[in-house]
């Protein structure tokens, strides 16, 4: 049974630094991508960062390009998403998420689409405060 399971996030002021992780068990798979998204209140969950391992790249959302930092061990067993420079946008519930991935699904995967992903974790709250 795969399970993902998300932790690290709390309250910080604007400009503030905070590390996400995501802890994997049960996944195995030659190819795969691993994501964060986040849903912000009244908001649609929206695609943050993800790692695909099919091209060993990784792929950030505008809203986090040069602030945010996607990273994990080659298992996968953990998943990281180091947050610089945070701002009260980035005020959220942030979900881990994993998938095995084809060639054909790797442009989606590149495009954060959340209905790509088959493994979620629980939400971790970030509240950045002004």
């Known amino acids: 049974e795969v399970q993902l399971q998300a932790s690290g996030g709390g309250l910080v002021q604007s400009g503030g630094s905070l590390r996400l992780s995501c802890a994997i068990s049960?996944?195995?798979?030659?190819?795969?991508?691993v994501a964060w998204f986040r849903q912000a209140p009244g908001k649609e969950r929206e695609g943050v960062s993800c790692y695909s391992s099919r091209d060993d790249n990784t792929y950030y959302a505008d809203s986090v390009k040069g602030r945010f930092t996607i990273s994990t061990d080659n298992a996968p067993n953990t998943v990281y998403l180091s947050m610089n420079s945070l701002e009260p946008e980035d005020t959220a519930v942030y979900y881990c998420a994993a998938t095995p991935v084809d060639g054909f699904k790797l442009p989606l995967i590149k495009d954060l689409h959340e209905d790509e992903y088959d493994y979620w974790g629980q939400g971790t709250l970030v509240t950045v405060s002004s």
């Open positions: 049960g996944f195995t798979f030659d190819y795969y991508a």
